[in-house]
C-alpha cells in the first residue's frame, strides 16, 4: 500500500543525532514543509539543525497527490465573505509565488515538473461556480467557466486557473535534502524552553519550528481545538484516458484527478479520521463504472489536518512559547502551503516582516462553528467507555477495518493493530 512516488523514488539517508548539540534554528519534522525551511534557512547562511523521528518524508509527503496549486477548492469566494478582499488577495498572492518558487527551484532536480492548467469543477451546482468567478475577477484573475470533456460524467462545469503545476514529490526532495543538515531516526521525547531531548542527546536551540504535520505541544496554542484531521484515498490506474489537466470537485466528498506519465491518479472518499468512508473500494467502484479497461497499480491514503477556516496556521506557536513556531492546518492543499510555509518562516525566524503573516497567523479568532463541532466530537470519544484509549488526551480509539488501524475520532492519531503509532499528534505507541 505505498504510493507511486514511494516506489519510484531514491531518498538520501542522514545519521542519528550523536550526542549533545546547539544550533541557533530547530527544525522539528522531515517532510517537506520542514525540509524546505532548512532550504532557505540555509540560504540565508543561519546555523540550523532538522530532526526527523524516523526518515525524512517517511509520513504524510509521501501520500499526496502532489498538485503544485493555488486553486484550493472554491475557497475565494469563502475567504472573501469571512476575511474581506484584501486578505483574500494576500492569501492568493502567497500562494501564487510559492508555485512560481516551485517553478524555479525545480529546474535543479529531475522531479517530472509540469505546468498545468487546474480546475475545480461542480458536479450540479453553477451558482456556486459563478460566485467563484466573480471573486476571480476582482482579485484579477481570468474569471471563465470552462466545461469539463476529459471527466468521463457530466458536470455543471469548473472555474480554470492557469499556470499551475504538478511533479514528483520525492524526488524533488531528494534533491533539495541531500545537502542539508539533518538527523534521521531522532526522536524529540521532550521539548523545554531552549532544549530538545531525544534518546541521543539533548539539542539547545535559540528558536525552534514544529513541521510536524499536526503540532506536538498540547499546553500552548489549543491545537487541539482548532484542527481534526480528514483521510482521503488515492488509486493509480493504468490502462486508463490520460489528463491535460487538474481537478477537484468542490464537494470535499467528491473526486479529484491528475495524471502521471502513464497513470491516471484518481483521489476522494474522503472522511474525517476514526468515522466510516468509503476508502478504496468506493474508488474501485467508480474506476469499474467509468474506467473498465483501467489496471490498478497503486493505492494509498493521505491525512490532512484541517483548521477552522480557510487558511493554514502558519506563524508564531503562540503568545506563551517566543521565539517557537509552527506551520499546520494545510487541510488537501499540502504542497503549496508547505512553499508558503518554508518562505514564511525563513522572514520570522530571521525578525524580518512578512506581508503575509496576519493572513496565516495562528493567533487569529477561533470562534468559527466548526470549532463546537472540534468539541463534541471529543467529548463524545472522550465520554465513550471502551478501550482502547489514545494517549494524545485519552480518546477512545475507533477500529478502521479498511486500513487495520486504530484511529482517533478527536484529533488524527492512527496506530497499527499491534499498537505502534502510525500518525500523531499522539507521540508513542498504545498498549492493547
Keep these: 500500500m505505498d504510493s507511486v512516488w514511494r516506489e519510484t523514488a531514491a531518498l538520501p539517508h542522514f545519521e542519528k543525532l550523536a550526542g549533545d548539540v546547539k544550533t541557533d534554528v530547530l527544525i522539528i519534522g522531515g517532510g517537506i514543509t520542514g525540509i524546505l525551511c532548512a532550504h532557505f534557512i540555509k540560504e540565508r547562511g543561519m546555523d540550523y539543525l532538522l530532526v526527523e523521528g524516523e526518515e525524512i518524508c517517511h509520513g504524510v509527503t509521501g501520500n499526496t497527490t502532489a498538485k503544485i496549486t493555488a486553486q484550493h477548492g472554491l475557497i475565494y469566494s469563502k475567504m472573501m465573505r469571512h476575511m474581506g478582499l484584501e486578505k483574500t488577495r494576500l492569501y492568493l498572492e502567497a500562494n501564487q509565488r510559492a508555485v512560481l518558487k516551485y517553478a524555479e527551484l525545480a529546474q535543479h532536480y ?148 491528475r495524471g502521471y506519465k502513464d497513470f ?105 462553528k466548526q470549532l463546537l463541532c472540534n468539541a463534541a466530537e471529543s467529548l463524545v470519544n472522550l465520554l465513550t467507555p471502551t478501550t482502547p484509549r489514545c494517549p494524545h488526551l485519552g480518546c477512545a480509539l475507533k477500529w478502521n477495518p479498511a486500513e487495520h488501524s486504530w484511529d482517533c475520532p478527536c484529533h488524527g492519531s492512527r496506530f497499527t493493530e499491534e499498537g505502534k503509532l502510525l500518525d500523531n499528534p499522539a507521540n508513542g505507541d498504545v498498549k492493547l
Design 110 to 257: 529531475a522531479c517530472d515538473f509540469i505546468e498545468k492548467k487546474s480546475f475545480v469543477y461542480s458536479v450540479d451546482d453553477r451558482k456556486k461556480l459563478e460566485q467563484e468567478a466573480d471573486c476571480y475577477r476582482l482579485l484579477g484573475l481570468t474569471d471563465e467557466i470552462v466545461e469539463t470533456p476529459e471527466l468521463p460524467f457530466a458536470t455543471a462545469g469548473a472555474v480554470m486557473m492557469r499556470g499551475q503545476a504538478q511533479f514528483h514529490p520525492l524526488k524533488f526532495l531528494a534533491g533539495v535534502a541531500k545537502d542539508l543538515n539533518i538527523c534521521e531516526h531522532t526522536f524529540v521525547t521532550q521539548l523545554m524552553p531552549g532544549k530538545a531531548v531525544t534518546d541521543q542527546g539533548t539539542i539547545a536551540y535559540k528558536q525552534v519550528i514544529f513541521a510536524t504535520h499536526y503540532p506536538i505541544d498540547n499546553k500552548h496554542g489549543c491545537y487541539f481545538l482548532k484542527l481534526y484531521q480528514h483521510r482521503s484515498y488515492v488509486l493509480a490506474l493504468k490502462q486508463a484516458p490520460q489528463m491535460e489537466g487538474m481537478y477537484v470537485d468542490e464537494d470535499r466528498k467528491g473526486l479529484s484527478f
Design 264 to 368: 491516471l491518479l484518481v483521489g476522494g472518499s474522503s472522511h474525517r479520521t476514526g468515522k466510516r468512508g468509503g476508502n478504496w473500494q468506493e474508488l474501485r467502484q467508480f474506476a469499474g463504472q467509468y474506467y473498465p479497461d483501467a489496471v490498478e497499480q497503486y493505492c494509498w491514503a493521505a491525512q490532512d489536518c484541517m483548521p477552522l477556516d480557510e487558511a493554514p496556521y502558519i506563524g508564531s506557536y503562540s503568545p506563551s512559547m517566543p521565539g517557537c513556531y509552527v506551520a499546520t492546518g494545510f487541510q488537501k492543499w499540502g504542497i503549496t502551503s508547505a512553499m508558503v510555509s518554508a518562505m514564511l518562516l525563513a522572514d520570522l525566524v530571521q525578525g524580518i516582516e512578512n506581508p503575509y503573516a496576519a493572513v496565516f497567523d495562528p493567533g487569529r479568532s477561533i470562534f468559527k
